[in-house]
């Protein structure tokens, strides 16, 4: 995204907040980041603190958190709702008990992990706001692995740059090559909060927002986090895969550092 798009962002933001009072009847998403903006208007302090460090912050600070009580009463589904795949199909249709995680490219020992394993796995809990690039923003609580602990299972080898995340749905019906892709790099894939979500607002994932696993990755943009993650693969360059940019949209011409 451009400074210009990502002012633009923010002023789009701006206006929900000045509309408050006229749209207190609107549902979930809009309305919380309406009560958000009160809130960084009030807590003066607050916001010139998020302010310094975002100006200072290192690529591992922190996203905010929020609370339960701030949780988005109904929250959006965006992109695709239920993959239009028949494999993807067929998983869930038995409750994901099939479904493994395939993790390879540019690490020591490729393996599969099951949902059972992934859930052994230390988990993370966090609530924090999803903003997407169209304008809405919706606060959800994640449970999730950390991404890094998979990774260290796995050992990375010297080569990995990126951690390319390729999912189960076709953006274009049909065409499997279409399937929504998306990578960071590994900064992020170490970074606390950046997990594999397999929980959300304390419920199994649902199929609308990525089960049976869905990327969080809590300081880009809502088009960074992969639903429906199939395969998770390090690579040294997006040479050969999909357009060469990185992801779906990036591809399409998206900014593939989406850093908010
Ligand atoms: N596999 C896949 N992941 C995706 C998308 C998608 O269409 N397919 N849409 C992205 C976009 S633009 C957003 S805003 C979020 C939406 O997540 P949600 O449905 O949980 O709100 O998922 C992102 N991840
Ligand atoms: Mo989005």
Not at 2 to 15: V, W
Not at 120 to 125: L, Q, S, V, Y
Not at 216 to 245: C, N, P, T, W
Request: charged content about 25%; some cysteine.
């Amino acid at each position: 995204m451009s400074d210009r798009e990502r002012a633009g962002l923010r002023r789009r933001r701006l206006l929900t907040g000045a509309g408050a009072v006229g749209t207190l009847l609107l549902g979930g998403c809009d309305r919380l980041a309406e009560n958000e903006h009160v809130r960084t208007v009030l807590g003066g302090t607050e916001a010139v603190t998020r302010w310094f460090q975002r100006l200072v912050g290192s690529r591992q600070a922190l996203a905010p958190t929020y609370t339960e009580a701030d949780l988005s009463p109904s929250f959006r589904g965006n992109g695709t709702i239920d993959p239009d795949d028949d494999d993807y199909q067929e998983l869930a249709s038995k409750n994901f008990a099939d479904w493994q995680l395939e993790v390879g490219g540019l690490v020591r020992e490729p393996a599969a992990f099951s949902l059972a394993e992934l859930r052994a796995m230390p988990a993370r809990t966090q609530i924090t706001r999803h903003d997407c690039v169209e304008g809405w923003s919706c606060i959800g609580k994640w449970t999730g692995v950390p991404l890094g602990a998979v990774l260290q299972r796995v050992g990375l080898r010297p080569e990995a740059r990126y951690i390319v995340f390729q999912c189960a749905d076709p953006m274009t019906p049909g065409r499997p090559e279409s399937k929504y892709y998306e990578s960071i790099d590994l900064d992020d894939a170490f970074h606390p909060q950046i997990i594999l979500a397999y929980d959300m607002n304390g419920q199994v994932l649902p199929v609308r927002h990525g089960a049976p696993l869905r990327l969080r990755v809590e300081r880009q943009l809502g088009y960074k986090m992969a639903k429906y993650v199939m395969r998770i693969e390090a690579v040294d360059s997006f040479h050969g895969i999909g357009g060469g940019k990185g992801g779906y949209w990036e591809d399409l011409g998206y900014t593939w550092y989406a850093g908010i």
